[in-house]
């Protein structure tokens, strides 16, 4: 009822295909992101999933129909698309009682959504006054209006203070927990990793990655171990013995890749090592979906 089903999705703009028969589900009850490079299709998928752009083949449904077969589409789904789409003159207030008459949603809806944003004390003002972050808010507020099951929030962060991206987090984190559906866009993996379950990763179009996020970290980030001892040449040998290389990281610091932490400890103590401290270190999340998407960016700092 409230997953989202995305069937080899294709988009074409004239020539340039700009999605690519792209296939993922997204199920209620977790936070999936929705990460690709700048131009990978990411607002495309969503705007053809909300029937705003016209599909050039395949599907994209929400429990199995159209958005523009849904009977009380704000209901069911809601959206944040791009937060400059506000009309200026109203107050917010005002914005969010025009959707919700004109979607049959009860006015008490829009005190609690302007409670829920955090945009209570600014619901009289004017939206032109507004900064980039309280629009951001009150475009989730109107996502919020009809009670949805299914969220579809595009670069929802964008504009946000660090105490609003903390807020949206715990937001999304507890829409998800009450079993709605929630697709989260973001170009950047080091603001998203924290919060989702499910990744899905596009590049130029094409799906790059569908896996749960611990699976992502597992198989992407290498161990190294990080350490500090007082018998360095010691554990030299006994590590080279095994066929790892202990590497200077500055400041008395020493790492080993390739092998977990634990393992480390273990012959050290083998080889009568003492270590002073000693842990994991993953390769950065960063890191790893740059690796994945760095040959599919549209666009790409030279010499990077
Ligand atoms: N109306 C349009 N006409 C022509 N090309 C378009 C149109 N809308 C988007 N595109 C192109 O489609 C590609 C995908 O754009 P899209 O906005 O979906 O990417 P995105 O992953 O959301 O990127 P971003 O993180 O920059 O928002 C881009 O190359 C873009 O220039």
Redo the contacts with the bound molecule.
């Keep these: 009822m409230n997953s989202v089903e995305i069937r080899e999705l294709t988009k074409d703009?004239g020539t340039?295909r700009?999605v690519d028969h792209l296939t993922f589900d997204v199920l209620p009850g977790r936070v999936t992101g929705f990460l690709?490079p700048?131009?990978?299709?990411?607002?495309?998928t969503m705007r053809l999933l909300l029937g705003l752009d016209r599909i050039t083949a395949g599907s994209a449904t929400i429990g199995g129909r159209r958005f523009t077969d849904l009977r009380a589409p704000l209901r069911q789904v809601g959206a944040l698309l791009d937060p400059q789409a506000a009309r200026g003159g109203r107050t917010a207030r005002d914005h969010l009682l025009v959707l919700a008459v004109s979607n049959g949603i009860p006015a008490s809806r829009v005190e609690a959504v302007l409670e829920q944003s955090g945009m209570a004390s600014a619901a009289r003002r004017r939206i032109k006054t507004f900064s980039l972050g309280m629009r951001q808010r009150l475009g989730i507020a109107a996502a919020l209006l009809g009670d949805p099951g299914v969220l579809l929030l595009d670069e929802p962060t964008n504009g946000l203070d660090p105490e609003g991206i903390i807020w949206i987090r715990e937001l999304m984190r507890g829409l998800a927990a009450e079993g709605r559906t929630v697709l989260v866009?973001s170009?950047l993996m080091a603001e998203t990793a924290s919060f989702v379950d499910h990744l899905v990763v596009?590049g130029r179009g094409r799906l790059l990655a569908d896996t749960s996020m611990a699976e992502f970290i597992d198989a992407r980030s290498t161990p190294r171990a990080r350490l500090r001892t007082s018998d360095a040449a010691g554990l030299r040998d006994a590590l080279a013995r095994e066929g790892f290389l202990l590497e200077p990281a500055g400041d008395g610091l020493w790492t080993v890749d390739g092998i977990p932490a634990e393992a480390v400890g273990i012959l050290a103590a083998r080889a009568g090592v003492p270590m002073l401290e000693l842990s994991d270190e993953r390769a950065s999340l960063e890191q790893a979906y740059l690796d994945l998407t760095s040959d599919r960016a549209?666009f790409t700092s030279p010499a990077a």
Excluded: F, Q, W
């Design positions: 703009y340039r700009v690709g700048n131009g990978a299709g990411k607002s495309t866009s170009h596009l549209e």
